[in-house]
């Protein structure tokens, strides 16, 4: 298995310019999600996904959007980069509640460094 | 509001101490609490789960406690390397909003040799 794995692994955009972080897991599990990490503020969620065709809002969703058509992946678009999009992006994923007899451990990818100008 | 705090921020022992991480958290309607770790520049590695029905879980040198009712839980690390050098992250899964993981700051922890 590879896991939980995320492209690019750097990136830098031009104020106003748009990109999507790709995010992709191979083990099934109906949960992903997006997190930003920034310095002094810890682990922040993006946008959440229960399973394909299900999303939702975490704690920072404005500037970002999000669709799952597949289990598979769960790319996060920057519709209109700001400076303050600077930061690193983490994808995880995880089986659901609804998977009673598994384990509910997130797994992590390993980021992707964004630095907007 | 969930909260989830680790104190202390950080931390540096010599190499061989036990190392005593914290985290609390202040609604302790959860559905389970997992701790990782953190090198510098990479991802986070899942060290251990603990499910709100369980008090402990040990994996090697690591044991994680669990006191739900007081909202509290604490990774043991025993006989301290320098390879233990890292950050490390607490993070909590409320029970009612099983998409929303909660996670603290994180505890930088340096091993000296």
């Known amino acids: 298995n590879a896991g939980v794995t995320q492209t690019p692994k750097f990136q830098v955009l031009k104020t106003g310019q748009s990109m999507t972080l790709q995010c992709a897991q191979d083990m099934n599990h109906e949960y992903m999600s997006w997190y930003r990490q920034d310095p002094g503020m810890g682990l922040r969620l993006i946008h959440y996904?229960?399973?394909?065709?299900?999303?939702d809002q975490g704690e920072v969703p404005n500037g970002y959007n999000v669709s799952r058509s597949t289990t598979e992946d769960f790319p996060l678009r920057l519709l209109s980069a700001a400076p303050s999009q600077t930061s690193v992006y983490f994808c995880a994923s995880s089986y659901s509640s609804h998977s009673r007899l598994r384990s509910y451990e997130q797994y992590f990818g390993p980021g992707t460094r964004l630095t907007v100008t | 509001k969930q909260e989830v705090t680790q104190i202390p921020a950080a931390l540096s022992v010599p190499e061989g101490e036990n190392l005593v991480l914290n985290c609390s958290f202040t609604d302790s309607a959860i559905y389970n609490l997992q701790w990782f770790r953190q090198d510098p520049g990479k991802g986070l590695t899942s060290l251990l789960l603990?499910?709100?029905?369980?008090r402990e879980q040990t994996s090697g040198r690591l044991n994680a406690s669990l006191d739900k009712s007081s909202g509290r839980s604490t990774l043991y690390i025993a006989a301290s390397q320098p390879g233990d050098s890292a950050t490390y992250l607490c993070a909590v899964r409320p029970s009612d909003s099983w998409g929303k993981l909660q996670f603290g700051a994180g505890t930088q922890v340096v091993v000296t040799p």
């Open positions: 996904s229960v399973g394909a065709g299900i999303t």
């Open positions: 603990i499910q709100s029905s369980q």
